[in-house]
């Protein structure tokens, strides 16, 4: 029997500014949905090759790309609003692969109020990895975690443009 895989965000987090590509955000998604609940601290989260490979569509096709792939993912910056302040992170810290065999990757300490003792905090958004995986695009994928994160309040949900921008990291003045 197949187990299915959750993601679990904090709202902060689904309502910060990123912009990654769609298979860096099947691979980040597919290392979010390995933490555990149960996590007080990240350890490394093993993706296998096989799998990567299947989720990517075979669009990395060995180490260097996969490599190319975690420094994107490592490089690349969330922004979170706290009233009037802004932080950044990276999402991960570092990573090893094992060629043909696994990835372990770690998660940047600084992420850890963002995905760790979410039932605690209680404002989380939480979906199925399936549900993203078949999507096209990354902005899809934000799409779907901004509409999911509005789901509980069971009405239609309002977005100013500006903000909906921001949130998918396209600049300023772009259509």
């Not at 810290?93 to 043909?100: A, L, V």
Request: with cysteine.
């Amino acid at each position: 029997m197949k187990t299915e895989r959750h993601v679990r965000k904090s709202n902060i987090f689904v309502e910060g500014r990123y912009r990654f590509g769609v298979n860096e955000q099947r691979i980040l998604l597919s290392v979010i949905s390995k933490i555990k609940i149960s996590d007080v601290e990240f350890k490394p989260y093993r993706l296998q090759w096989k799998y990567l490979k299947k989720i990517t569509s075979n669009h990395y096709k060995n180490a260097d790309d996969f490599n190319s792939a975690c420094e994107r993912l490592k490089n690349k910056t969330v922004i979170i609003r706290d009233g009037d302040k802004q932080h950044g992170f990276g999402f991960l810290s570092g990573w090893t692969i094992e060629p043909g065999k696994w990835i372990d990757f770690r998660v940047d300490p600084c992420m850890k109020e963002m995905l760790l003792d979410l039932l605690q905090e209680g404002k989380f958004t939480l979906y199925k990895l399936e549900c993203i995986l078949g999507l096209g695009s990354s902005y899809s994928i934000r799409l779907y975690e901004l509409l999911k994160a509005n789901e509980w309040k069971q009405q239609p949900v309002e977005i100013r443009l500006d903000d909906l921008k921001w949130k998918l990291g396209v600049e300023p003045g772009k259509k």
